[in-house]
């Protein structure tokens, strides 16, 4: 077992001075290092501690480290493992990333630093997935299609299916405007004998049969309408 300097004994007091309850020693076979020197676990969280306790993080994960021989001159050992809410491969990412801070931070005490990496990018990496939450649900609020227009109710249905009835029999049977408007006299009908005589020109003027398709479709509509009354006073 490597005899503590009084360099790493004076950073483990300042570590349980600050962190507190967050702080803990852990029996070197619960680390998950390769070592039988004393090993600690830290508590992170990306709760600040300023917060007013509605922070709503729910990830938290332990750093565990062990001093070496020759630490602060070269890393510490370091191990980190999820409490709640953290995959495997996030934590293989965070790992290597203190890693790489220790040893940008050769010759200092550096637990405390690590620690405070470890929180920015737990609340990093949180925060980004919010985001991401909320901007699925912004998409999916935008692909909502909002019915827009008059409500259909059972009256309004009958009088459009009415209507569309009755367009469609004018458009089918191109109802002709001598239903509406008797011929002239002249030429009201022609006999059997006259048909045998020379058949004489009759001319008509074409505004003779110009007829307003509209009022054509009115008139039709209102026919229907008697026909409807009179069959339900029948049969009353």
Not at 4 to 28: G, N, V, W
Not at 111 to 127: C, D, N, P, R
Not at 148 to 172: K, M, S
Not at 183 to 208: C, H, P, R, T, Y
Request: proline share 3%.
């Amino acid at each position: 077992m490597t005899d503590y300097t009084q360099e790493q004994e004076m950073e483990i007091e300042a570590l349980e001075a600050i962190l507190m309850d967050e702080f803990k020693e852990i029996h070197s076979g619960e680390s998950g290092l390769s070592t039988s020197n004393r090993c600690f676990q830290i508590t992170v969280s990306a709760q600040d501690d300023d917060t007013d306790g509605s922070f709503n993080n729910p990830a938290q994960l332990a750093l565990i480290f062990s001093h070496t021989e020759k630490y602060p001159d070269e890393p510490p050992l370091l191990n980190v493992k999820s409490l709640q809410g953290i995959n495997t491969e996030d934590l293989k990412n965070l790992k290597e990333k203190l890693i790489q801070e220790a040893s940008e931070n050769l010759g200092m005490a550096m637990i405390y630093t690590l620690v405070t990496s470890a929180k920015e990018w737990l609340a990093e990496k949180f925060q980004d997935t919010e985001a991401a939450e909320a901007e699925a649900e912004e998409a999916a609020k935008d692909d909502v299609v909002v019915p827009h227009g008059e409500p259909v109710t059972l009256e309004t249905f009958l009088a459009w299916r009415e209507r569309f009835e009755a367009e469609l029999a004018l458009e089918r049977a191109k109802i002709l405007p001598v239903i509406f408007f008797p011929l002239q006299k002249g030429a009201a009908a022609v006999n059997e004998e006259s048909e045998e005589e020379d058949e004489e020109d009759i001319d008509f003027d074409d505004d003779d049969f110009e007829v307003d398709e509209e009022d054509m479709l009115e008139h039709y509509l209102a026919e229907k309408s008697d026909s409807s009354t009179h069959s339900s006073k029948r049969a009353s």
